[in-house]
């Protein structure tokens, strides 16, 4: 399958391109192309705002909430084109996962509260599903919402703890599941719950990443009170919001444009890495595991334009969407392995192996994010569901074995 756009199609490509070229800020792009996959919040909301200021905010949402009204065309062309341009991620958490969990499930009252806040940017979410004996077996958790009822009205009081969080340090707000009953089987009894981050007995731990990053947390809840308007959806029924909301993360997950702009910084630091008297381009072992790389992020490439514009689009797909996920994450993988490669132990000490009879090229990844991108990008199988739960969904739901 290739996919070819209309004249209409690529003169939207073309206005997404010069907006990034002429808005995008410099110090922002720097970090997209290091492959910093989450970036300080004030960044993310300078760039945000941008894009909302555009109309480009949210542009998946449904025209009626604030979204762009586009066909799914022009989605796939924007987020490819800010790929490329080395733009930011939309903010995850609240534009790209609770929102339409909240068009789709929540109440008119709480559409009205907290979509206007991510739309605009101004409010942070973090997502607060895994716990320490409850990652990819998600439907095992145990922290606790007990519903209670005082002077102040009917709210649940949660006690326990969420792990592997990230961004809870820079969030107003969390969206998770939370045990509301342990009586029937473990998908059941599950609630899914807003809570300000505010909130008495809310204490966040960093947890430093291998590479030296925080991006993640382990946050523990003291009795903390929840107001049941906070309830997304029905209680103990919210194993089947979550199935909904993993499914637009997994999806997502693919990132085929983002690979591209790797993909092409690593040709560019090939180019411009010495080897002997010649580039690591002239490495024809190298260049085949290249090669490799690239010939499978087009067949995932063509697999995603199938699931997209096939027939039905992606509203009729489920369970298909692990596959995207799965090898998404692998060949996001495998490219930065391949930088690391490149450069061997000068990544750690962080020396200049750059040639110095070709000009160095910003367009390649910096020498001394190298190393930081290819271990921090290990977690990329393992969130959203470890791509081996991923290969049991797609026997099960998609093969039926």
């Not at 960044?43 to 945000?48: A, D, K, L, S, T």
Request: with cysteine; charged share 25%.
């Amino acid at each position: 399958m290739d996919m070819k756009f209309n004249a209409q199609a690529e003169e939207f490509r073309a206005k997404v391109r010069l907006f990034v070229q002429d808005n995008l800020p410099d110090d922002i792009r720097m970090k997209v192309s290091e492959e910093e996959m989450i970036l300080p919040r004030e960044m993310m909301q300078r760039w945000h705002h941008a894009l909302y200021k555009q109309g480009w905010g949210c542009p998946s949402w449904p025209k009626e909430h604030g979204g762009a009204g586009w066909s799914d065309e022009q989605h796939y062309l924007f987020e490819r084109e800010i790929a490329l341009c080395d733009a930011p991620r939309p903010i995850p958490y609240g534009v790209v996962m609770l929102a339409p969990c909240l068009i789709e499930y929540g109440s008119k009252a709480q559409q009205e509260k907290f979509l206007p806040g991510i739309l605009t940017g101004e409010q942070l979410w973090c997502q607060g599903f895994s716990e320490p004996n409850a990652g990819s077996d998600l439907a095992s958790l145990k922290c606790k919402a007990e519903l209670a009822t005082d002077d102040s009205g009917d709210h649940y009081v949660i006690n326990g703890s969420k792990t592997w969080t990230s961004d809870a340090h820079v969030a107003d707000w969390m969206f998770g599941l939370f045990r509301t009953d342990s009586s029937g089987r473990k998908q059941q009894g599950i609630t899914f719950l807003m809570i300000d981050m505010k909130s008495e007995g809310v204490t966040i731990s960093p947890l430093e990443n291998y590479e030296g990053t925080h991006e993640v947390n382990q946050v523990f809840f003291d009795n903390v009170r929840v107001p049941v308007d906070n309830r997304v959806g029905i209680e103990n029924e919210g194993w089947g919001v979550a199935k909904y909301l993993l499914g637009l993360e997994r999806f997502g997950t693919a990132e085929v444009g983002r690979s591209l702009a790797s993909l092409g910084r690593l040709k560019t630091l090939a180019q411009t890495v010495s080897v002997g008297s010649g580039s690591l381009l002239d490495d024809s072992d190298f260049m085949n595991e290249v090669a490799r790389a690239e010939i499978a992020l087009r067949a995932l490439e063509v697999t995603e334009q199938r699931f997209l514009f096939g027939p039905g689009g992606s509203q009729s797909m489920g369970a298909e969407a692990s596959m995207l996920k799965v090898r998404g994450t692998e060949i996001q993988q495998d490219i930065l392995e391949l930088a690391h490669q490149a450069l061997g132990y000068h990544a750690h000490a962080q020396i200049d192996v750059i040639s110095t009879e070709s000009a160095y090229n910003p367009a390649a990844i910096a020498p001394k994010a190298i190393a930081k991108a290819h271990y921090n990008f290990r977690k990329t199988s393992i969130y959203a569901g470890s791509n081996e739960i991923q290969k049991t969904i797609i026997a099960k739901a998609v093969l039926g074995l």
